[in-house]
């Protein structure tokens, strides 16, 4: 019996198109290394060798940065066709919250979340049952939830760290139904994009026709979302336009052509590398040139559909559904535009300053499915990726900061200042926030910003907050600048602490402390 080993990482990134992307700056780096080491032999004169050693490790070193990036960051993305159930148990291994190094950002993408009228009206008004829990799990964590985007059963949602707030920018959620042609939406595509220290960024999360035949029908669907979902943004006006995408969702490609009792034999012995074949997806991509811009990952986990509910047995209804891998996981890095004519005549000439200033690698760490939730006829699909970039701002559009002691039994002071020009507004405010909030609206209270006229660059502006708004009780706080045009928190203060008021006390809020004794 064959047994499936854990594959190695599985990587892509945005300096060339193919697995020898890299081939072309090594050979450049080590010309740079061989004359170094020339210098050293040829120079006569000290002072001579000096230079040109200084000057040629300064070009060796600016390759090397050009093309290894400097800040990694981690991804964790679930994607869960939840069958209308309810989230009735922990998220605890659904999230992998005890990993280390945790995540900076999580992605979860649900499918046929309930939406029967009156629960999807229930959900506009308050926030959906599925929402709740992840919120609940990760704020706690230092997680924020920074948008989401749903359409009926379809719903994605993104949580950032805290400190990467700032950074998160030219957020812009749409979607496209494909279900009932086209105009309802039980099938279809949600998607979130936006600006992450400043690389332009897309997740996508659908859900396409079902049954076997329809192979073709969900390659149609997911090209139609592709071309038609547009962003009000100049330069990522579509998905493809972005540096990285990640597609996943429940994509329905079944496993052709095989029984039922081999599929399961197979499954049962591990032998799963006996399906990839006939994977529908895997064979679409052969034939589709748009499909195989995207990567996937082994599929070494089991099937995750049909099963029956609270169990990790395959289907035994009178149908019998097949197993398949409906649950992925894909990713897709830019490619370079192919080079014209005119390009090819300049190809030799062509010097380093070509090359992408600022490179992306993204490396597939895990990619698994949860066996343990069984609330669903799906099991969930996990997978964690390393984002290594090169940032192209480490600066926030906004400094924000409190002024000496704040206290519910004073009136509180805060500056604020403009570090780059952005699209400010006098609409915009500053809020005070408690460590562990979930949301940018999640405030305890709020102070707009300078009503009269807008601020110029690095002008420090003042600000009081009434006493009567600052909580009573004491604890760790931190302060956001929220942009109104940009919809989102432009800036970030450090934690501060907030002194526990009298009033507190004399209101039993907390209990009355005398020589160490709570009273």
């Known amino acids: 019996m064959e047994l499936l080993t854990d594959s190695p990482r599985v990587r892509s990134n945005s300096t060339s198109s193919s697995a020898s992307q890299g081939s072309k700056a090594k050979t450049v780096l080590r010309q740079r290394l061989s004359q170094l080491l020339t210098c050293i032999e040829d120079m006569s004169s000290d002072d001579e060798a000096s230079e040109e050693v ?10 090397c940065g050009r093309f290894i990036p400097t800040d990694a960051f981690r991804i964790h993305i679930v994607t869960w066709n939840v069958a209308t159930a309810e989230p009735s148990e922990d998220a605890t291994s659904l999230l992998q919250l005890d990993a280390q190094p945790p995540p900076d950002l999580y992605v979860i993408g649900l499918q046929e979340v309930n939406a029967t009228p009156v629960r999807f009206i229930t959900d506009l008004i308050s926030e959906d049952s599925w929402s709740h829990v992840f919120t609940n799990s990760l704020a706690p964590r230092g997680f924020v939830k920074v948008t989401s985007v749903r359409m009926q059963g ?28 086209g105009y309802w939406g039980n099938k279809g595509g949600v998607s979130v994009r936006f600006s992450f220290y400043g690389h332009m960024i897309c997740f996508l999360n659908c859900h396409l026709a079902a049954h076997m035949n329809n192979a073709l029908q969900r390659v149609d669907e997911f ?9 009000d943004i100049y330069d990522t006006p579509q998905i493809r336009d972005h540096k990285v995408v990640f597609w996943f969702g429940d994509l329905n490609f079944r496993i052709a ?19 990839w074949g006939k994977d529908q997806l895997i064979m679409m991509k052969k034939k589709e040139a748009f499909l195989q811009e995207f990567e996937e990952g082994p599929l070494n986990f089991k099937p995750t559909y049909k099963f029956d509910r609270n169990s ?10 097949k197993p398949a891998w409906t649950d992925r996981i894909l990713w897709r890095i830019k490619p370079k535009p192919l080079p014209s004519e005119e390009d090819d005549e300049k190809a030799s000439t062509s010097t380093d300053e070509e090359q992408d200033e600022y490179p992306v690698l993204v490396t597939q760490d895990k990619y698994t499915s949860d066996m343990s939730y069984g609330v669903s006829d799906h099991k969930p699909v996990i997978a964690t990726f390393s984002l290594e970039l090169r940032k192209v701002f480490d600066t926030p559009l906004v400094r924000v900061s409190p002024v000496g002691i704040w206290s519910a039994g ?18 915009d405010w500053i809020g005070l926030y408690k460590v562990g909030f979930k ?3 999640d405030y305890e209270t709020f102070v707009w910003v300078r009503e009269n006229e807008l601020p110029e660059i690095n002008e420090v502006i003042q600000i009081s907050v009434d006493k009567g708004q600052i909580p009573l009780l004491g604890g760790q706080y931190v302060l956001g600048y929220y942009s109104t045009n940009m919809q989102s928190i432009t800036g970030l203060s450090d934690s501060f602490q907030i002194l526990e008021s009298k009033r507190a006390v004399m209101e039993g809020l907390v209990p009355e402390d005398i020589n160490g004794v709570n009273k």
Request: no cysteine; aromatic share 12%; net charge negative.
């Open 54 to 63: 200084s000057r040629t490790l300064e070009e060796a070193f600016q390759l």
């Open 154 to 181: 379809l719903l994605l949602l993104l949580f950032a760290k805290q400190i990467h707030l700032p950074y998160i920018r030219n957020i812009q959620t749409t979607y496209t139904r494909t279900g009932v042609f």
């Open 223 to 231: 090209e139609y979302i592709l071309e038609t979902q547009d962003f």
């Open 257 to 275: 052509d095989h029984g039922l009792h081999f599929l399961r034999s197979s499954i049962n012995s591990g032998r799963l590398n006996l399906l």
């Open 312 to 321: 990790d047995t395959y289907d035994t209804s009178g149908k019998k559904r």
């Open 410 to 427: 004073q009136d509180a002071l805060l500056t604020y200042s403009v570090l780059e020009d952005f699209m400010s507004s006098t609409w």
């Open 439 to 441: 949301t940018a609206s």
